[in-house]
């Protein structure tokens, strides 16, 4: 006699889709050694106004980004204030910190605080730094429904060890991190070895995004059904996601590798679609 199916169980449970933990505190949690992999991580902390988040860098350095509300920012003995602007990812441009290796941090929302902590290997004579709204150079990639909007919040042309920091937003309908590309090779300069991780919100929040994660040889192949508050972890191979009609998708990316440059290749199945008129 066969077993009746429980449904209240996933058939398939991804090993790249990270839920939240609850609603409160730290609700995500990316370590190299959780991820299986070698450079990035990354934490989201939701707190209450009042509340206090800290940390000590170590061997690795950090880009504060505060993804919602408003918070006072401390770090390696300096004191950047109250910053913050947006109450929502879809209202403008983000405030960060970048904290370099060896530095404590300490974060005390003002308000309704959602801070996320991108973290990866340290190194180099930097110093603590905020990075202000001014300070994030945004552009428009893409055209008709491959249109989607950028902030770089810690891009390559700006100082720190291995760490690559960019916000993007989706439009409904449209797809982004396409076509397919990927990053999963030291051959420069043709293309460069970067772990990827996507932190998604969704408005409505009640909406999902598709995002594919799969490699020339199909030896990973995972589409995921991401909601609002997921993270994807992205090892290898090409990563595109989609917005259904009606909800705007954000994701906050994090990269980082060996050698701190963006160089990606594009799936040559889809590269014609750049050719289009």
Known sequence: MSTPLNRSTPLNKSTLLRKPAGSHGRVQHVTPENAGWTYVGFDVHKLAAGETV???TGGREVCLVLVAGRATVEAGGQDFGTIGERMSPFAGKPWSVYVPAGRAWRVTA??????AVCSAPGGGAFEPRLIAPG???AETRGKGTNIRHVAN????GEPAHSLLVVEVVTP????SSYPPHKHDRDALPEESLLEETYYHRLD????YALQRVYTDDRSLDETMAVEDGDVTLVPRGYHPVG???GYTLYYLNVMAGPRRTWKFHNDPAHAWILEQA
């Open 243 to 245: 917005a259904p009609h």
């Open 54 to 56: 800290s940390g000590e």
């Open 110 to 115: 003002a308000t309704d605080l959602e801070l």
């Open 204 to 207: 409505p929040a009640q909406g």
């Open 135 to 137: 300070d994030v150079k």
């Open 172 to 175: 409904p309908g449209h797809w």
């Open 153 to 156: 919040i810690l891009p390559e």
